[in-house]
């Protein structure tokens, strides 16, 4: 069974932060790794990808990423009221041919002005 | 680039009735499509994953008769929910893969989504 794991939270952080968002999965085989966004109601957005070892900076965004531990993270940096959402971690499990993602079930952020 | 559209964003039907709902993207040619289902308060859930030309392919648990899903170009995937009930009540989202440069293969882009409630 391939499995993404995240806390669910509700994870509080002060306005100006960093807020640190994490996700482990269980196939040491899996190659692209994918954070989105979910505000209430809507659908989900990419915020970005990472497929190397290492830290990926976008603006605010830094993904981390330790193949080796099985990790992915997610820091946001100078948090706004406005990045209060749902985060999702997604994990390639490659399955003949039809790249699916597994999605995990995403950690509630609440940044507090 | 990479915009997914869902059409229609509400629906209300009576019991017993089919919904059908549309996914497109308007930019990209989709290799592949992909249906969700989200409950309130709940994590997604994928029901199937479709090709251009395919037979889709359904998620264990998920009735394959009850939710047909057409795949007629590579810009258009259609989800059809046939004799509705109150428990297909949900928030049905759409996703594609593009294949753009620069993205991994299998980033999917999702649709605005689709409220259905059935009464």
């Known amino acids: 069974q391939k499995e993404v794991e995240q806390n669910s939270g509700p994870l509080s952080v002060p306005e100006g932060a960093i807020a640190s968002l994490n996700c482990t999965y269980s196939?040491?085989?899996?190659?692209?790794f994918f954070w989105y966004r979910q505000y209430s109601g809507k659908s989900p957005e990419l915020i970005m990808f990472?497929?190397?070892?290492g830290d990926k900076e976008d603006g605010r965004f830094t993904a981390q990423l330790n193949k080796a531990s099985q990790y992915v993270s997610l820091l946001i940096r100078d948090s706004q009221p406005s990045d209060s959402a749902t985060y999702l971690c997604?994990?390639?499990?490659?399955?003949?041919?039809?790249?699916?993602?597994?999605f995990g079930t995403g950690t509630r952020l609440t940044i507090i002005p | 680039g990479a915009v997914v559209s869902q059409h229609p964003s509400r629906v209300i039907c009576k019991s017993g009735t089919s919904v059908k709902i549309e996914c497109r993207s308007l930019d990209f040619q989709a290799t592949t499509m992909f249906w969700y289902r989200q409950f309130p308060k709940q994590s997604l859930m994928l029901m199937a994953t479709?090709?251009?030309?395919?037979?889709?392919?359904?998620e264990q648990g998920v009735e394959k008769d009850k939710f047909l899903i057409n795949h007629a170009s590579l810009t258009l995937s259609t989800l059809t929910v046939t004799s509705a009930h109150p428990e297909d009540s949900s928030f049905y989202i759409c996703?594609?893969?593009?294949?753009?440069?620069?993205?991994?293969?299998?980033?999917?882009?999702f649709g605005p989504g689709t409220r259905l409630l059935v009464l």
């Open positions: 990472i497929y190397s070892n």
């Open positions: 997604a994990v390639n499990f490659q399955m003949g041919g039809n790249e699916k993602l597994t």
């Open positions: 196939d040491r085989g899996s190659q692209s």
């Open positions: 996703s594609a893969t593009s294949g753009l440069a620069g993205a991994p293969r299998e980033t999917q882009y």
């Open positions: 479709s090709n251009e030309g395919s037979k889709a392919t359904y």
